[in-house]
């Protein structure tokens, strides 16, 4: 039998047919045009979700299990998303209606979570019993999972890593704290960080890479000049990995996975990242003299991740 998982973003819907091998079949996307009226959103759910069932060359009746991953709190037990600022939605019963629109039974869950979970039975996480994955971007996302489960606290808003705080007094971050992880491990972080060192240096060969304009500064642009030799490039790599190593030192200290799982564009570094990672927590974490240590790995799906998870959210052990 297959599975429909749906990622609903802040900027696309996409919609994917994944089979029992947990490869993705066929999808189908549109833009989600946010925010507006939750009635249109659902409809243009459907109608990807259709149109993915149509690409698959399956029919509906041949698909066991459907869910949607979304920004915000979710009420998993009846589907409601209670919350999701960059959708405009407030206690919004998704999985009622996309029932409505398709006959069929939908389960919900934060994106992040359904990323998560999705790396955990067919990506990076594949063998652990507990497992954690933090995604880097725009912001800093967080799953969390629990003897196959995954764990979003009693009102639907836990698992939000990115918003625990490594450095009292900190950087000013989106959630209205300072000193969160997500201000300093964040894609958008460390393009500040490596602005603020590109303005101290003008002679780093990151002004050449972004064509002198700061604008065109990405979350890659520290680690080419990294590779390229630029010592400025090397000192704004080693911070971050510092910052990141703060905050997943904590999450092993809280949760001790047998893996933690990086995702997001930054994570395609791979052994640039896991590397200094693994060596950094190794050493700072309570249970490093102990034998049995959590695996630090890169993400394995990419944007398949959430599509696979949502699809078999319904289906946790």
């Excluded at 836990?158 to 971050?173: D, R, Y």
């Excluded at 490596?194 to 972004?210: D, F, G, L, V």
Aim: aromatic share 6%; hydrophobic share 40%; charged share 20%.
């Amino acid at each position: 039998m297959y599975r429909l998982g749906i990622d609903l973003g802040g900027t696309n819907i996409v919609a994917g047919v994944v089979d029992e091998n947990y490869s993705v079949v066929a999808k189908s996307n549109i833009k989600t045009l946010a925010p507006r009226p939750a009635q249109e959103i659902a409809d243009d759910m459907a109608k990807v979700a259709f149109e993915a069932i149509k690409r698959s060359g399956v029919t509906i009746d041949d698909i066991s299990g459907f869910g949607i991953g979304t920004p915000g709190s979710v009420e998993a037990k009846t589907g409601k998303v209670i919350y999701a600022n960059n959708l405009g939605f407030n206690n919004v019963p998704l999985a009622d209606m996309m029932e409505e629109r398709t006959g069929k039974k939908f389960f919900v869950a934060n994106d992040a979570d359904s990323a998560a979970y999705g790396e955990y039975i067919a990506g990076a996480g594949k063998g652990a019993k507990d497992f954690i994955m933090i995604t880097l971007g725009t912001g800093v996302g967080g799953g969390i999972i629990l003897d196959g489960k995954i764990r979003a606290g009693y009102n639907g808003a836990g698992g939000e890593l990115g918003h625990t705080v490594i450095q009292m007094n900190g950087e000013a971050c989106t959630c209205g704290r300072n000193g969160c992880f997500e201000a300093y491990a964040s894609a958008t972080a460390l393009i500040r960080q490596t602005k603020q060192a590109m303005i101290k240096n003008s002679s780093s060969i990151m002004w050449e890479i972004c064509d002198g304009d700061l604008l065109k500064v990405n979350g890659l642009t520290a680690f080419d000049a990294m590779r390229a030799g630029d010592e400025t490039g090397k000192q704004v790599v080693d911070m971050y990995i510092n910052y990141l190593s703060v905050g997943i030192t904590n999450f092993i200290n809280i949760f001790q996975p047998g893996i933690l799982c990086i995702g997001g564009g930054i994570s395609k570094e791979g052994d640039t990242i896991i590397k200094p990672l693994t060596r950094i927590v190794g050493s700072d974490n309570y249970a490093r003299t102990i034998e049995k240590k959590t695996v630090i790995k890169a993400a394995q799906l990419g944007n398949d991740a959430g599509i696979i998870g949502a699809a078999y959210i319904g289906e946790q052990k």
